[in-house]
């Protein structure tokens, strides 16, 4: 069969603190969910961040970014630690991650949130709201007002310090969003909220317009409007009530941060980032979490999931990330447990033996 098993290339990116750790178990399970549904993949692994910072002196190698563009999907640990905060700017790993993305070219930021039935004890809220919460939060990562110009500082008329920023968007940016949002709440249970500020905003406005404009193209997609201000009360009231939300760079990066919060579990959770053709970018929303790195205490179940939807959003193949995140469901009503979402009752474990349990999940759920 191997003759005829499809192949991928997929660049690893490790990165700092706990990023070895939680990659190392998220490639063995690719590897055993791809042999199971007949994929093969060739790893290449590259340095990223404060590791090729030490090694080359920039936290984003050229040879690292040129191998990313050349795979067809990049699977990314965390970055960054101590070690490296005082650094200037451009010797940030931070700032890497900011150059991958722009060479990748990935506007597009997907970042579900559910509250899995096993962990609705760990959710900030009240038991009856958190259950069953199961949305997905589509950011615009390329544009806006983290990018618009004029931006800078300076003087107003009567003489006051003022800083200023400009929110721009084109019609070609909210257009390419609004298709991977739709896209995206198909695959899921086909409602899409747009969230925006069009009472106030011109953006906004536009937004709005080009998003109701792309809706002709889905009309199996059920498609709602809320304000942000309504937006970020309704995710606290009753977040039940979001399937998938779409929304601009700002709004999305508080938005996303208030849903991820909603699960309490910082090491589960996933993200994808997505161009229009190009290789997407898959990583955990956590950081490199430099005060457990090296202890085997990380849960690797971000990363995971984070491949998962590498398979899924990534490269199509929708059977294969399916089985992983019956794995993932599978081990943890089993009841193995990392410290991070540990509870009384179960049994804990460090990031390698978790890798394990998923790993004999992912076999026997043939
Ligand atoms: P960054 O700025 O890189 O996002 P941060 O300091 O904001 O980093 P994290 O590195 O994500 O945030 O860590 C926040 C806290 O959550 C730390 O106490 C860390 O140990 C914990 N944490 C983060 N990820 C995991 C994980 N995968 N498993 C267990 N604990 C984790
Ligand atoms: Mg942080």
């Known amino acids: 069969a191997s003759s005829t098993a499809k192949s991928y290339n997929i660049t690893l990116l490790p990165g700092d603190g706990i990023g070895p750790e939680v990659i190392s178990v998220a490639k063995n399970v690719l590897n055993l969910a791809g042999s199971i549904e007949g994929i093969e993949f060739k790893f290449n692994e590259k340095l990223m961040g404060g590791a090729a910072l030490d090694a080359t002196g920039v936290p ?32 940030k790993p931070e700032t890497g991650l900011l150059q991958l993305r722009e060479g990748l070219k990935v506007f597009a930021n997907l970042r579900p949130a559910s509250v899995l039935p096993q962990l609705v004890d760990a959710s900030t809220l009240k038991k009856e709201v958190a259950e069953g919460v199961d949305l997905m939060v589509v950011r615009e990562l390329t544009g806006g007002i983290y990018f618009g110009k004029p931006r800078g500082f300076g003087t107003d008329e009567n003489g006051n310090e003022i800083g200023f920023n400009t929110e721009v968007y084109a019609a070609y940016e909210i257009d390419r969003i609004a298709r991977i949002a739709f896209e995206t709440a198909r695959k899921r249970s086909g409602k899409l909220c747009s969230v925006d500020k069009a009472n106030v905003l011109e953006a906004s406005m536009l937004w709005r317009k080009r998003v109701i404009a792309i809706a002709a193209e889905y009309p199996d997609v059920e498609l709602s409007h809320m304000y942000v201000d309504n937006a970020a009360m309704q995710l606290v009231r009753n977040p039940k009530q979001f399937d998938t939300i779409v929304t601009n760079n700002i709004f999305g990066d508080i938005l996303s941060d208030e849903a991820s919060m909603i699960t309490g579990s910082i090491g589960m959770l996933p993200s994808a980032s997505l161009s229009s053709s190009g290789p997407g970018l898959f990583e955990p929303i956590h950081g490199s979490a430099p005060d457990i790195a090296g202890q085997d ?5 971000a990363t995971i999931l984070s491949a998962a939807m590498l398979l899924k959003y990534g490269l199509g193949e929708v059977a294969a990330a399916e ?11 089993r009841g193995f447990r990392t410290g991070d979402i540990y509870s009384d009752g179960n049994k804990l474990v460090g990031c390698k033996e978790m890798g394990e349990e998923v790993l004999k999940s992912v076999d026997t759920k043939k």
Do not use: C, F, M
């Not at 205490?297 to 179940?301: E, I, R, S, V």
């Open 323 to 333: 089985r992983i995140e019956l794995a993932v469901l599978d081990a943890l009503n």
């Open 297 to 301: 205490k990380a849960n690797p179940l």
């Open 60 to 91: 984003l190698p050229e040879e690292t970014l040129t191998a990313a563009k050349q795979s067809d999907a990049v699977l990314l640990g965390a970055i960054g630690g101590y070690k490296w905060d005082k650094n200037e700017k451009h010797l």
